[in-house]
């Protein structure tokens, strides 16, 4: 999925506001499950949020793209990591807390992968427990044919990154290309994500129906933030 670009992740999103991020997370668990200790991070990426958490939980994370997982294992020495996709993952205990945050649930693409991954999510998540879900953009919110423009500017790494939009039915396709330029020399690639474009209904009928009960709504980035709980009477399966 990230490919080339895996190892430029912390460069291109070092704008991303982590620190912030962690402080907001920990507000809602102090208020919704004051008692947790396990953390669980779906589509972990690089690890920075699990670095800032470890001292306060006992972490761990998950995700899709070995190299993306690497970086995330070198950031955090001894700290569980999984290679899993977040539609079927299955690690056979529950966690205090789940969280599967930066828009990632985009990339499962249809409503039936939402549904499935929404489930697979629950399952880990402990009775009394929490999930954090930060979603995509809806239907309506995206902006079809959107230019963006990212730049790096670092004294031995110069990153251009240029993406167009477009949607297919309700997936949003993203085009990246990239222009890198570091000592060894100047490189050019390109990458293809593929996101679904999910309602809020979607999103909370596919929560509702994992046996989670949504508590409110939150806010990490300006995306929106789903906060879910599991009954403390329900089965965790």
Request: proline share 5%; hydrophobic share 40%.
């Amino acid at each position: 999925m990230f490919g080339r670009s895996a190892d430029l992740y912390d460069a291109l999103y070092s704008w991303k506001d982590y620190d912030d991020e962690v402080r907001r997370i920990t507000r809602l668990v102090d208020e919704l499950s004051p008692g947790a200790k396990t953390f669980l991070d779906v589509a972990c990426g690089t690890g920075k949020h699990l670095e800032l958490l470890r001292d306060r939980f006992q972490v761990e994370g998950v995700d899709l793209d070995p190299q993306l997982l690497a970086i995330a294992a070198g950031r955090n020495p001894g700290v569980p990591l999984h290679e899993g996709d977040m539609i079927s993952f299955d690690l056979g205990r529950t966690f205090d807390v789940v969280v599967c945050l930066f828009s990632s649930i985009g990339y499962v693409e249809t409503p039936q992968n939402l549904s499935t991954a929404c489930a697979s999510l629950s399952k880990h998540v402990a009775p009394g427990g929490i999930l954090l879900l930060e979603p995509w953009l809806t239907p309506d919110g995206y902006e079809e044919g959107h230019i963006g423009f990212l730049t790096v500017d670092e004294p031995e790494l110069k990153i251009a990154r240029i993406n167009t939009s477009r949607r297919e039915g309700d997936v949003s396709v993203l085009d990246f290309s990239y222009l890198v330029g570091t000592p060894a020399g100047i490189e050019h690639f390109t990458e293809h994500h593929r996101l679904g474009l999910f309602t809020d209904k979607q999103y909370r009928d596919a929560l509702t129906a994992a046996g989670l009960e949504l508590q409110k709504d939150g806010d990490l980035m300006g995306r929106g933030l789903y906060v879910a709980v599991r009954p403390a009477a329900s089965p965790s399966g």
